[in-house]
């Protein structure tokens, strides 16, 4: 689409984001100025951009942006996916929160990425899975590790060797009145919330995926956090194997991941013998391995 002088001067001037949020901020004044039926984007298209997405992110969110582009410092450093200056087999993925933040985050992936990074270093999980596999190492061969910040799981830790996203429990606190305002319904994607009667907000915890949208939305607490958490899966797969992987915590805390990854790499260890995937070991012996090793040989798990 065509782009009047002004409004591109004025974008380039005015528009402050990463490489990639640049391009979604051109193609949505690009869209403005189509809903508007007009030839080319205007200044005005760039300012309802600049507009829209503050009130998207936030003022938290658009401050720290601005402030790193605006002193020059550029994009944050990002955090580390394996042992620098050292081929690995296997890899760390973080959602794009590890950028300037999110407004839905939960947790902090910089945080757990080089204690992740640390330990598959202690396992020599490169050597074990090396010897393990046939043929050639290739891409394919790397253990992926998944980390997304909050229940959007926008890095689709369900389908990756191993999965973690952050997780905030919401309950209703009996003695904070309610309003009434619905907004906690209207913030809910999974339709987990509904009403008993007026002001009686009621939360059907199958439905819930635990992504706290109700918690942040709640303007007087009756919707207020209950825990907050790690949601951990392994053994999913993409491609022509795929398998969507298994729920180890629902709630776990941070040790629990350290500990999913203790007995996954036990299971890599004892029972990968020919497989090419994690996925597919899993399938073999079945999710018990891991539970057992993780809970201790009780059938009870943490969490919810
Ligand atoms: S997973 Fe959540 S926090 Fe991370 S980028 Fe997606 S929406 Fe944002
Ligand atoms: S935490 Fe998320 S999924 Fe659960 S009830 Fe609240 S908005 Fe819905
Ligand atoms: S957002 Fe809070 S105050 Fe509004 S209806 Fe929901 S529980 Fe009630």
Request: charged letters at 40%; one cysteine or more.
């Given at each position: 689409m065509?782009?009047?002088k002004q409004a591109l001067d004025y974008f380039d001037e005015n528009v402050l984001a990463g490489p990639h949020q640049i391009d979604m901020r051109r193609l949505y004044a690009e869209k403005l100025a189509r809903a508007k039926k007009k030839e080319a984007v205007t200044q005005f298209e760039v300012e309802q951009t600049i507009k829209d997405y503050a009130d998207f992110f936030g003022e938290e969110m658009?401050?720290?942006v601005t402030e790193c582009f605006s002193s020059g410092k550029g994009m944050p450093e990002l955090p580390p996916t394996e042992k620098e200056g050292k081929?690995?087999?296997y890899q760390i993925e973080t959602c794009h929160s590890k950028y300037f933040g999110c407004p839905s985050q939960i947790i902090d992936v910089r945080e757990i990425s080089q204690p992740l990074i640390d330990a598959l270093e202690d396992y020599h999980l490169t050597e074990l899975l090396a010897d393990k596999s046939h043929g050639p190492l290739m891409l394919h061969n790397k253990f992926t590790i998944s980390i997304s910040s909050c229940a959007n799981v926008c890095t689709g830790g369900e389908s990756k060797?191993?999965?973690?996203?952050g997780v905030e429990k919401p309950r209703i606190n009996p003695e904070?009145?309610?309003?009434?305002?619905?907004?906690?319904?209207?913030a809910c994607w999974d339709s987990a919330i509904s009403f008993k009667k007026e002001g009686q907000p009621i939360i059907n915890?199958?439905?819930?995926?635990?992504c706290g949208?109700?918690?942040?939305?709640c303007p007087t607490g009756t919707i207020e956090l209950e825990k907050r958490g790690y949601r951990i899966f392994v053994g999913g797969m993409f491609g022509r194997m795929y398998t969507i992987g298994r729920e180890v915590?629902?709630?776990g805390e941070r040790q629990d991941i350290f500990k999913t990854l203790d007995a996954v790499v036990s299971l890599i260890r004892e029972k990968q013998d020919g497989e090419h995937f994690l996925s597919q070991v899993v399938d073999k012996v079945g999710i018990d391995y891991i539970n057992r090793r993780v809970f201790g040989g009780t059938k009870e798990r943490k969490g919810l």
């Open positions: 065509e782009w009047e658009i401050k720290r081929p690995c087999l060797d191993m999965g973690i996203w904070v009145k309610c309003v009434d305002c619905k907004k906690c319904m209207e915890e199958r439905l819930c995926k635990l949208a109700c918690i942040k939305k915590f629902r709630m």
